[in-house]
C-alpha cells in the first residue's frame, strides 16, 4: 500500500484553496481537485490522517 498523502505540491499549478481534506490547483481553463488522507470531522482536522 502506498504511503498517506496529507499534503500536495504541485510545481507549475497555482495552489487556489487548501481546504480540510482537498486541494484545489488552477490548471486554466478548469480546476483540479485532489483529495487528500486528511481527515476532518466537526470542522478540525485529526492530527491522524487515513491509516494505511
Not at 30 to 52: E, F, H, K, Q, W
Amino acid at each position: 500500500m502506498s504511503a498517506p498523502v496529507f499534503e500536495t505540491n504541485l510545481p507549475g499549478l497555482p495552489l487556489v484553496a487548501r481546504g480540510k481534506v482537498r486541494d484545489i490547483y488552477d490548471l486554466g481553463d478548469s480546476l483540479l481537485i485532489v483529495a487528500t488522507d486528511r481527515i476532518s470531522a466537526y470542522d478540525v482536522v485529526m492530527p491522524n490522517g487515513i491509516p494505511d
